[in-house]
């Protein structure tokens, strides 16, 4: 009885919209060797997500995780009478480093440079990625 008061409740909770719903930026990868054009697409989030691809050639599906770290920059500065100071300023652009996992074999490790957003439609960015067969990609945001 306490089961299917639990799930009723958990089922109410879907349907009214109370659980939030995962945002995802869409991007492309595009073979090198042949122009195959991948649908990519990347949970949106502050450091780490989950990813999945799609070959229409092959018909492999891709799943996998990435993560990210914001870019920053010290600089020296020296004052009239010369003291020193570094200042460390925090870019909006972060460094991502991924994995795509096919359903027939193929890996695929990305490295991406991504602009840091406050919602999934402003993300853009561009980068790399090179299978297990040494096939090259061109990854779009």
Same mark, same amino acid.
């Given at each position: @009885?306490?089961?299917?008061?639990?799930?009723?409740?958990?089922?109410?909770?879907?349907?009214?919209?109370?659980?939030?719903? @995962?945002? !995802?930026?869409?991007?492309?990868?595009?073979?090198?060797?042949?122009?195959?054009?991948?649908?990519?697409?990347?949970?949106?989030?502050?450091?780490?997500?989950? @990813?999945?691809?799609?070959?229409?050639?092959?018909?492999?599906?891709?799943?996998?995780?990435?993560?990210?770290?914001?870019?920053?920059?010290?600089?020296?500065?020296?004052?009239?009478?010369?003291?020193?100071?570094?200042?460390?300023?925090?870019?909006?652009?972060?460094?991502?480093?991924?994995?795509?996992?096919?359903?027939?074999?193929?890996? !695929?490790? !990305?490295?991406?440079?991504?602009?840091?957003?406050?919602?999934?439609?402003?993300?853009?960015?561009?980068?790399?990625?090179?299978?297990?067969?040494?096939?090259?990609?061109? !990854?779009?945001?």
């Amino acid at each position: @009885m306490k089961t299917k008061i639990l799930l009723g409740l958990l089922l109410l909770l879907l349907l009214g919209g109370c659980v939030p719903q @995962m945002q !995802i930026c869409h991007g492309k990868m595009y073979s090198l060797k042949d122009g195959t054009e991948l649908k990519l697409d990347a949970e949106f989030s502050k450091g780490n997500g989950a @990813m999945t691809a799609y070959n229409p050639v092959t018909d492999e599906h891709f799943t996998g995780n990435y993560s990210g770290v914001s870019q920053t920059t010290d600089t020296q500065s020296q004052n009239f009478w010369g003291s020193s100071n570094t200042v460390t300023t925090n870019s909006n652009q972060a460094s991502v480093k991924g994995i795509l996992k096919g359903d027939k074999g193929t890996i !695929i490790t !990305i490295d991406a440079l991504v602009n840091m957003a406050d919602t999934p439609d402003q993300v853009h960015g561009y980068g790399t990625g090179v299978d297990n067969n040494g096939i090259k990609y061109q !990854i779009q945001f």
